[in-house]
């Protein structure tokens, strides 16, 4: 059974740049010809798509993030990567991340980051 | 970019039918997926491409798509149906998904 697993830090300073990985378990991340995905959730609101790495190692992004995201694959380590930079207030959510194949599953558990001094 | 309107509660008595409506411009054309959500947890597919059910979902769950509005149907609603519902499709004009605002479903 595929599982996801979100890791990084919870706690990033203003300014500075989100970082989380995605580790894949129970499959390989290279097989099946699947996207990769990261989903947001802010405090009490709605879910917000990040961006996807294709299996081609493309990547599409939600444009109102796109200046600030990247999203990376390590296909030696089965994970996939996060990364947001100048941060605010605004960005403190869950995070997720979760398997694309037209719809999102598995998802991870999520984790919280805060954006905070 | 696609927008996706959902109502943003509904009720429900236990033992009654629920339904979730997910509005768009002819979402009929589309596939729609629905996610429940419940305090705390992430996001479980419950449906996709309309009508299909993962495997380990009740067939309780049902979902249905024409025209402009597609549906989530859960007959027999018990207390652990409540929950936040999420319906996603995916953009073809821009290849990318857009999901609901979500719908909190309150068990009465």
């Known amino acids: 059974q595929l599982q996801l697993q979100e890791s990084g830090s919870g706690l990033v300073k203003p300014s500075q740049t989100l970082s989380l990985t995605c580790a894949v378990s129970?499959?390989?991340?290279?097989?099946?010809?699947?996207?990769w995905s990261w989903i947001r959730q802010p405090p009490g609101k709605g879910l917000e798509w990040i961006g996807y790495?294709?299996?081609?190692?493309?990547?599409y992004y939600n444009p109102s993030l796109k200046s600030r995201v990247t999203i990376s694959v390590d296909r030696s380590k089965n994970q996939f990567s996060l990364k947001l930079s100048s941060v605010t207030a605004a960005d403190t959510a869950v995070y997720y991340c979760?398997?694309?194949?037209?719809?999102?599953?598995?998802w991870g558990q999520g984790t919280l980051v805060t954006v905070s001094s | 970019s696609y927008v996706l309107t959902q109502p943003p509660s509904v009720s429900v008595a236990p033992g009654q039918t629920a339904r979730i409506t997910c509005g768009g411009n002819?979402?009929?054309?589309?596939?729609v997926h629905w996610y429940q959500q419940k305090p705390g947890q992430a996001p479980v597919l419950v449906v996709y491409?309309?009508?299909d059910r993962p495997s380990g979902i009740p067939e309780r769950f049902s979902g249905s798509n024409s025209g402009n509005t597609a549906t989530l149907t859960i007959s027999r609603v018990e207390a652990g149906d409540e929950a936040d519902y999420y319906c996603?499709?995916?953009?073809?004009?821009?290849?990318?998904?857009?999901f609901g605002g979500g719908t909190k479903l309150t068990v009465l």
């Open positions: 979760a398997r694309v194949d037209g719809w999102f599953d598995p």
């Open positions: 129970g499959g390989s991340i290279s097989s099946g010809g699947y996207s």
């Open positions: 790495i294709y299996h081609s190692g493309s990547t």
């Open positions: 002819n979402i009929g054309s589309k596939s």
């Open positions: 491409d309309d009508s």
């Open positions: 996603q499709v995916w953009d073809s004009s821009s290849d990318h998904p857009a």
